[in-house]
Nanobody, 115 residues
Framework: QVQLVESGGGLVQPGGSLRLSCVAS??????LGWYRQAPGKQRELVAS???????VYGASVQDRFTISRDNAKNTVYLQMNSLKPEDTAVYYC???????????WGQGTQVTVSS
């Protein structure tokens, strides 16, 4: 079965950096991505990356966050720089099974940006 293990969240001061990781297992995956959900808000796309390396970013994180993947390790990373208080949210890893439209979600990791 598909398993996702997220890590890297935590508390950071404004302007700081964090790196999230998500290790996926149990299938072959096409798109990998990160979403986030802040209290009282809808879940939104942060960034996604295809198996070929094409990326899409949410407008609010463009030029600050970088998504990457290691296909050999089935791992997706999210490097977050210049963090702002409005980046505070639970961040969820999302993976899509190759040749399908079936998605799986991680359990979420809390990112808090505060002084």
């Amino acid at each position: 079965q598909v398993q996702l293990v997220e890590s890297g969240g935590g508390l950071v001061q404004p302007g700081g950096s964090l790196r999230l990781s998500c290790v996926a297992s149990g299938s072959i995956f096409s798109n990998l991505g990160w979403y986030r959900q802040a209290p009282g808000k809808q879940r939104e796309l942060v960034a996604s990356i295809t198996s070929g390396g094409n990326t899409v970013y949410g407008a609010s994180v463009q030029d600050r966050f970088t998504i990457s993947r290691d296909n050999a390790k089935n791992t997706v990373y999210l490097q977050m720089n210049s963090l702002k208080p409005e980046d505070t949210a639970v961040y969820y890893c999302n993976v899509r099974i190759k040749y399908t439209y079936v998605d799986y979600w991680g359990q979420g990791t809390q990112v808090t940006v505060s002084s």
